[in-house]
């Protein structure tokens, strides 16, 4: 996931792989970042690996977006993509969930701004 966001030029503020669904909160670093594009480009690269081991489709059909418009609006929508395990009951600090990330700090600092 990160090398495809890199590949079609977006910084991920925050990433959560939960069991049974993904958030992003994403910048476009370029002036041909396209999100159609990255999502169904991983959407088509996870399918196909899932396809290859399991039975059926990884992932349902579409996706849901919002623009945020402002640094403060980024950085608490990444704050609650991280948050995602916490209030699945997974584990108690978003810190400790290996399947989050972000390209732009650590989650503990996310977790402070």
């Known amino acids: ?21 993904v958030h992003f909160v ?3 670093s370029r002036d041909d970042s396209d999100l159609k594009v ?3 480009s991983w959407n088509t690269q996870t399918g196909y690996a899932w396809r290859r081991i399991h039975r059926g489709g990884l992932w349902q059909g579409g996706y849901y977006e919002h623009i945020l418009r402002s640094e403060v609006s980024i950085y608490f929508a990444a704050q609650y993509v991280a948050m995602n395990p916490v209030r ?18 650590s989650i503990a600092e996310l977790m402070m701004r």
């Open 1 to 21: 996931m990160l090398r495809t966001a890199e590949k079609f030029g977006f910084a991920v503020y925050a990433y959560c792989l939960m069991p049974d669904h």
């Open 26 to 28: 994403l910048l476009g």
């Open 38 to 40: 990255f999502v169904r």
């Open 88 to 105: 699945a009951g997974i584990v108690a600090d978003p810190a400790e969930y290996e399947f989050s990330g972000s390209t732009v700090c």
